[in-house]
């Protein structure tokens, strides 16, 4: 995927190009086939003008950890809109499965050990603030907040990750009516506990 000006000459690489010349690789490949001759040879560029845009393959693959997140963040944050409650939180729940099936392998990359955790969490803002609203407005304490907001991802993500990954293909049975059972049980849990 060389880039290029609209007379067909190499336009410079920039950042932007870089990373989504690498989004489209994990995309493609996998978030562990992106490497920097692989993203070299998309771009028609050499390994070497790479380094003017991003540290090492390191850095590159946690800025790619880091747009997957704020990505996630901001579909999280507009489906949260004018929710509140167990519905809001089902209602994250199904822009966390949607943004899964749309981007399996940026998916799967979030949900790796952060890079570098700190601007990890810095990206994560949106995603785990529109959790948090939703279960402090369905009567949780603050200090259950993060217990049970990890508690209610760690089971969407269970049914998620196998999702995206093939492993209820060929599966007789409706998967819509298999998650919501799924997103019943994790919502209903973090209600009750607000009872408690």
Not at 83 to 108: E, T
């Amino acid at each position: 995927m060389p880039v290029e000006t609209s007379r067909g000459r190499r336009a410079r690489l920039d950042q932007e190009a870089v990373l989504t010349a690498a989004e489209e690789i994990v995309d493609r490949d996998g978030y562990d086939s992106l490497t920097m001759t692989l993203l070299a040879g998309e771009l028609d560029a050499r390994v070497s003008s790479l380094y003017n845009h991003v540290e090492n393959l390191e850095d590159l693959r946690s800025l790619v950890q880091l747009r997957a997140m704020r990505l996630l963040g901001d579909q999280v944050r507009q489906a949260a809109a004018g929710h509140a409650g167990a519905d809001g939180l089902r209602v994250l729940s199904h822009a966390l499965r949607s943004f899964a099936r749309s981007h399996p392998q940026r998916y799967a990359a979030i949900t790796r050990p952060a890079i570098d955790g700190e601007a990890f969490f810095d990206a994560a803002s949106e995603t785990i603030e529109a959790l948090a609203v939703m279960v402090r407005s369905a009567g949780l304490p603050e200090e259950r907040i993060i217990s049970t907001g990890i508690a209610v991802f760690a089971a969407l993500h269970g049914f998620v990750s196998l999702e995206v990954a093939g492993y209820f293909d060929g599966v007789d049975g409706d998967l819509d009516e298999v998650y919501e059972l799924v997103v019943r049980g994790a919502v209903t849990a973090a209600v009750l506990e607000a009872t408690k």
